[in-house]
Structures are given as structure tokens and as C-alpha cells.
């Protein structure tokens, strides 16, 4: 399986993290904690064959 690595800074303590993204799913939304706060953040994500087109991390409340 291919994956993704997709690097962004936490929306909560601002550090810079990354997630693996897995592109056979084209779009998904789904929680992630932070490696380094651990809080929840909402990831959505669309890829297009080996790429990431759109992603978006926002704070979960």
C-alpha cells in the first residue's frame, strides 16, 4: 500500500507534526490526536491518484 506523508502545524499547540495519508481513499475526514499535545484535530483530506489536493486541520471542540 502507498502512503502519504502530509506535514501541518498543530491548529492547538502550533507545533509542526505530520500524518500518513493513505490516497486510495480520495476523500476522508476523521480525528487525529496531536504526537505532541495530544489533542483532537479534525483532518479532511482529498487526494488524486499520488497526491494530496486539498487538506485541511482544524481544532476539534
Known sequence: MNVLEQSFT???CWEPISVLV???AR?????E?????????RIH???RGDRVVSFDAQPTQ
Open 10 to 12: 498543530c491548529p492547538h
Open 22 to 24: 493513505d490516497p486510495s
Open 27 to 31: 476523500e476522508q475526514t476523521y480525528i
Open 33 to 41: 490526536d496531536c504526537g505532541v499535545c495530544c489533542r483532537p484535530i
Open 45 to 47: 483530506v482529498v487526494t
